[in-house]
């Protein structure tokens, strides 16, 4: 048992070495264009903008307008905390695009393993594009990019992809069995650009990133949100896989090892939603 188990450790860290080498390599490829949305706005006068309310169509996805809606998103909550804005950095950014490209959504489901996994990288990438912090933390994420219901029964009816191109084919019920009369059909709801940032801000705030968002050490951070466009069309709901990446320089203000541990990342956002409006 014991040789197995070594056996097994073994192979375990030369994937990750093999998979950290592959990332690199890659990592040392990428090229990203600054977010215009980012570059002329700041969290307040971003917020003026309507564009920010308009439904979130998973088959046509402006990937700088949700980007730059979550990282703004995320300065309106440090700015309620009484903390600075984070400022957008240029290799960060890099390496979260790195990343979210570079991985599939298993990668962003939170474990201690994809956790050092993504700061590790982050790290990598952030030195080797120029950033001149002393230290970067990242937080990652596979959030739902629908506004399912918690507790109502959904199907997936494929004949719908096929007959309607903007469809994804998700609808509440239970799917009609052969030669049954098909009543009206009820898509399950997209979110905006706006109620998707705020759910999935609530989540790293609230949740897992807690400590480290409002932590007055880190000063600069760059966020990606990529749609996981293999989730579409599928009987489950599509997610995206979203990575934080935060850097500073005062090593004084982060927590300590001693320090109690945040609450447990939630997974379903309709769940989060009511905690977090029970807290208000």
Known sequence: MKIYLSILLVLNVLICFGQSKKFKAYADTVQVEANPYIQNHNWETFFASENIDQELNLLDVDNDLLNATVFFTIN???????????????????GANAYGNYYRSSSFRRSEWTSKKANKNSKYTAQKFGFNGEFVKAIISKPALLDKKVFLDFYHDHKADEELADDLGLYYGTKPKPGDSIGELKPIEPYTYRSFAEILAKQWCFGAGKRTIKNKGYSVAACYVLMDEKSLFKSRIPNAKAIFILGGNQM?????????????????????????????
């Open 76 to 94: 309106k909550y440090r700015k309620k905390k009484r903390r600075v804005p984070f400022v957008a950095d240029s290799a960060l950014f890099v």
């Open 252 to 280: 004084d203000l982060l927590p300590h090892e001693d320090d109690p541990e945040p609450e447990p990342e939630v997974e379903n956002n309709e769940i989060l939603a009511e905690k977090v409006s029970s807290q208000k």
